[in-house]
T-cell receptor, first 112, second 114 residues
């Protein structure tokens, strides 16, 4: 079992819906990450939070909006997504150096 | 910008065969190197890592990797694979810049036949 918890595990949404993905860790890590993974592809970095501040945004469309309410929680707010946004969304946490990551099981998102 | 190449996209082996998966990176400075594994239906998890020191590093489940700086390589090896090693394997690099985030290779799907 992973120590990074993501909810929900599966999500189906329409292109006009607003939904949120949630991630929680209690390992005391001060860096948290959102990755997007398409089938049979490597994870692609979306956002990095370091000490609750957004430190990296990989030119992600504004229909994805991250939020880090505190050091244990990370959210990804979704609005007006497109079918091509369907993917596995992975949350990870780690130390401030960025390499030793603990991944959650992901949210499998389908946009209809 | 740094990049990571995994040339073996799909490898099929029989149980007890030896394994070597290639990983090459492009970056001239100091690197930290990682192998992550994703078993079917499970989350990504760290297999092994190299930061400094002995270039031969050992990880979980009998895996090892060797950092060869002159070849910009970090190949993953296992002397004898098991059916339970069937998974997707990702090589990743962390470079000594302000951008503290991993760059992943494209992955190698390993299928071990009983």
């Amino acid at each position: 079992d992973t120590e990074v918890t993501q909810t929900p595990k599966h999500l189906v949404m329409g292109m006009t819906n607003k939904k949120s993905l949630k991630c929680e860790q209690h390992m005391g890590h001060r860096a948290m990450y959102w990755y997007k993974q398409k089938a049979k592809k490597p994870p692609e970095l979306m956002f990095v939070y370091s000490y609750e501040k957004l430190s990296i945004n990989e030119s992600v469309p504004s229909r994805f909006s991250p939020e880090c309410p505190n050091s244990s929680l990370l959210n990804l707010h979704l609005h007006a997504l497109q079918p091509e946004d369907s993917a596995l969304y992975l949350c990870a946490s780690g130390d401030r150096f960025g390499g030793l990551l603990f991944f959650g099981s992901g949210t499998q998102l389908s946009v209809l | 910008a740094q990049s990571v190449s995994q040339h073996n996209h799909h490898v099929i082996l029989s149980e007890a065969a030896s394994l070597e998966l290639g990983c090459n990176y492009s970056y001239g400075g100091t690197v930290n190197l990682f192998w992550y594994v994703q078993y079917p239906g499970q989350h990504l998890q760290l297999l092994l890592k190299y930061f400094s020191g002995d270039p031969l590093v050992k990880g979980i489940k009998g895996f090892e990797a060797e950092f060869i700086k002159s070849k910009f390589s970090f190949n993953l090896r296992k002397p004898s694979v098991q059916w339970s090693d069937t998974a997707e394997y990702f090589c990743a690099v962390l470079v000594d810049t302000g951008r503290r985030a991993l760059t992943f290779g494209s992955g190698t799907r390993l299928q071990v036949q009983p």
